[in-house]
């Protein structure tokens, strides 16, 4: 029974969480309708021999800001661990739709329950990503993505949280990507725990 009150505290409070981070995007726009207009939306997924991921993307345009990607998802796996995630992450460097390389940099926020220790943990990560395009048309991608919540940005039982993936993208057609990647994501608890660390494929379909 306690377990089961845990499960549904954390899922009102996640879903709140989520649900407030995805209303900041058309919020921001209607205080701000001559500077903030969407660019895309999208869904993303992937899945793993272990575990799988699915997430909301939406890009805004923040006028003198730049593009900026608001994303909010959840993360599952074989162990039972449900952790719902929200991404800020801001274009840096000038709009330039031929070139090669793209930085984003910004915040992802962890909020989850782990299943085997009963136990919530809560993270605030920074970081970022690379992208680098093979081709001028940007039809074939590798990004890289590194977030770490150091242990002063890290509550609960856990210490710290990190979180690496690196994936190969290519354009299957307008407004469909399929990708191929590892993710090593791992919460510092008194024993490691590796929520994952596998191969898997994915894709995101804009529109």
Same mark, same amino acid.
């Given at each position: 029974?306690?377990?089961?009150?845990?499960?549904?505290?954390?899922?009102?409070?996640?879903?709140?969480?989520?649900?407030?981070?995805?209303?900041?995007? &058309?919020?921001?726009?209607?205080?701000? *309708?001559?500077?903030?207009?969407?660019?895309?939306?999208?869904? $993303?997924?992937?899945?793993?021999? #272990?575990?799988?991921?699915? !997430?909301?993307? !939406?890009?805004? #345009?923040?006028?003198?800001?730049?593009?900026?990607?608001? !994303?909010?998802?959840?993360?599952?796996? $074989?162990?039972? *661990?449900?952790?719902?995630?929200?991404?800020?992450?801001?274009?840096?460097?000038?709009?330039?739709? /031929?070139?090669?390389? $793209?930085?984003?940099?910004?915040?992802?926020?962890?909020?989850?329950?782990?299943?085997? $220790?009963?136990?919530?943990?809560?993270? /605030?990560?920074?970081?970022?990503?690379?992208?680098? @395009? @093979?081709?001028?048309?940007?039809?074939?991608?590798?990004?890289?993505?590194?977030?770490?919540? &150091?242990?002063?940005?890290?509550?609960?039982?856990?210490?710290?949280?990190? #979180?690496?993936?690196?994936?190969?993208?290519?354009?299957?057609? *307008?407004?469909? *990507? /399929?990708?191929?990647?590892?993710?090593?994501?791992?919460?510092?608890? &008194?024993?490691?725990?590796? /929520?994952?660390?596998?191969?898997?494929?994915?894709?995101?379909?804009?529109?």
């Amino acid at each position: 029974m306690a377990q089961a009150g845990n499960d549904g505290w954390f899922g009102w409070r996640s879903a709140m969480w989520l649900a407030s981070l995805l209303a900041a995007g &058309p919020a921001l726009a209607q205080q701000n *309708d001559d500077r903030v207009r969407t660019l895309d939306h999208a869904i $993303e997924a992937y899945v793993s021999n #272990d575990a799988l991921q699915a !997430r909301y993307v !939406r890009t805004l #345009d923040l006028g003198e800001i730049g593009p900026t990607e608001v !994303r909010g998802g959840f993360f599952y796996n $074989e162990d039972r *661990d449900l952790i719902v995630s929200g991404d800020l992450l801001g274009l840096v460097g000038d709009e330039v739709n /031929v070139r090669s390389l $793209e930085l984003r940099v910004g915040t992802r926020v962890y909020g989850a329950f782990l299943a085997p $220790e009963d136990q919530d943990v809560f993270g /605030v990560g920074l970081g970022g990503e690379a992208e680098y @395009f @093979f081709t001028r048309a940007r039809t074939a991608s590798i990004q890289l993505s590194l977030f770490y919540s &150091p242990d002063i940005m890290t509550f609960g039982t856990a210490d710290n949280i990190k #979180d690496a993936s690196v994936r190969l993208i290519a354009k299957l057609r *307008d407004g469909t *990507d /399929v990708f191929v990647g590892f993710r090593s994501f791992e919460i510092d608890l &008194p024993i490691d725990r590796e /929520v994952d660390d596998n191969m898997h494929i994915g894709f995101r379909r804009s529109f």
